[in-house]
Structure formats: C-alpha cells, structure tokens
C-alpha cells in the first residue's frame, strides 16, 4: 500500500519549524506536545528520513528538513490557493487592494470593464503598498496596483504586468507664476511654500528618495500645509494654500479639468512603474483572467 500523509501533519510540522519547539507549536496549536510528537513522528517515518535536530534549546530542521519545510509550505499554500480559486469561480466580484497610487487607474479601467461586463463588481481595498500584498499573499484580494515590487517577493509565484508609469511633478495653481515659467528647477521649488502629505504616505516616502539625491529634505522646504492623503494634498492646491510635489497620474485629472498646472522639475528623474499583481492560479478564474487581459490592453490605449 502507498504511504499516506496528512495535510494537518505536513501544517503541524512547519508550525515547529517556524517556532524552533515543540512546545512553542502545541501551544500555539492549542494541543499536546505529545501530539506534537506523534505527528512529527509521522512526517518523518513517510520521508524516512530524520527531519529535525532534537536537543534542550529546541529544535532545528536538518537539511532534509529544511527540504521537507519548502515542498510542505508550498503544497498547503497550493492547496489554499486552490480552494479560494474555487470558491471564487462563481463570485462574480473582484477584490482588489491598492494604495491612493493606484485609484485614478482603477477608476477608469472598473468603468470601461464594467461596460463590457456588467455582471462582475468590483471590491476595493486601500491600504499601504505592503498590507496590499500581505492581502493578496493570504488570499484576501486577487488583483494588486502597485508601484513596486518588496524586496523578498516570490515573483515566481504571481503574474506581474506593467500597465506604465508615473513620476513626481510639480503642480500648482493655474495663475501661479511658476504655472507659465519656461523651466522649472528645485531652487523655485524650495522658495514655493508647498502642500505636503503626511510622512506615513507612500508619496512622502517618494518625495524623500527624490530630495535626498539632491542633497535636501522635506525640512528644506516651506510648508504651506499637511494633509493626510494625496487627494487633499491636491484639493489643497485647489483651495490654494500653495503648489505641490506629487504624483502624475493623480494629478492629470484635475490638470485636464484646469484645475491646476502640471509642471515638471528639471532634476527630478523620479520614475515609477505602475504594475497589476495576481497570484498566477487566480488566473484560472475567468473573470480574473478577463480583468487582467483587459487591463493590460486598455494600458496599451493612447492617452490611458
């Protein structure tokens, strides 16, 4: 008879790993060391061969287990994945997360797939760039906008695409005098005041990158305001209360509206791709699937 092992085994077995005892695991599972134990026991006699080193600090997978932990996170990651994809495949909803980066994108492509789709709806989660993929890593979205890739992720495992790209400009307000000057440049930047956005925001961060290359912070600047998203920032200089350094693709909309001057600083080289993650089998439901090919299309268009 072939050997048979359990799912709950292979997932007790990363539990141990993952916290160096069998103590640490039983509690954390809510059960027995003994239990533990026999599990473990169990994992190892269908491998046959010894997966953990045993000592009083605790325990520490062998190079067979170091194997064994790879192959058994995959295949209950597999197996989750699966699941999801299925009961997913009559949904008819998209879940998608995405930062303030990635809404004007959003906003145009949910529009235009929906004139052909009518019957699939859209639910969209905001969040910082790493919540959004900690979302789609647990299964929680299917779809992410973001601007970049964190450092560590399985690129082998998700479908990537390029949809294009943004930059940090500066914008102001239609009658301001930088609105019309032939070049502008960071020295009329730092004499401008500014709307800035708070530190926690992606676009901060951005505009940190950006000044540190040129030697400067955002304390060189004269701040006209603070506001808590990218949107405000931009109503701010509406309203106003000065220009801004901000990004591109949020601002067109209101520059194509007049509502403000989008105007590029020479020594800025800021360059961000926007980019719709998946998790590659969520590809085997067809509206994912759909979604996907026409955003990769519709980010072909002239002007999108």
Known sequence: MTAKIRLDYLSTFIEVVERGSLLAAAEAMGTSVS?????IDAVESFYGAELLKRDVSGVKPTHAGRIVYRSARETLRGVEETKRL?????????????????????????????????DVGFSIKLHGTSTCFKLLDEGEVSLVFAGYVPKGFDRDHYFIAELGKDRLVLITPPDHELASKKEVTIEDVKRTPLVLVSPDQDLAKRIDVELAKHGLSQKDLIMG???????AQI???????????????????????GLVKIRDVKEFTDERRVLL????????????????????????????
């Open 277 to 304: 993650i998946c998790n590659r089998r969520s590809l085997e439901n067809p509206d994912v699937k759909r979604f996907v090919d026409f955003a990769v299309k519709f980010a072909e268009q002239p002007g999108k």
């Open 86 to 118: 299925l009961e997913g495949l009559d949904k008819k909803r998209l879940d998608v997360a995405s930062g303030c980066f990635g809404i004007p994108l959003i906003a145009k492509m949910q529009s235009a797939f929906k004139k052909e789709h009518p």
């Open 35 to 39: 239990t533990v134990s026999t599990q």
């Open 235 to 257: 109503y701010g200089v509406v309203s106003g209360f000065g220009c801004a350094i901000t990004s591109y693709i949020h601002a067109r909309k209101f520059a194509e509206a």
């Open 225 to 231: 305001g603070e506001m808590d998203s990218i949107f």
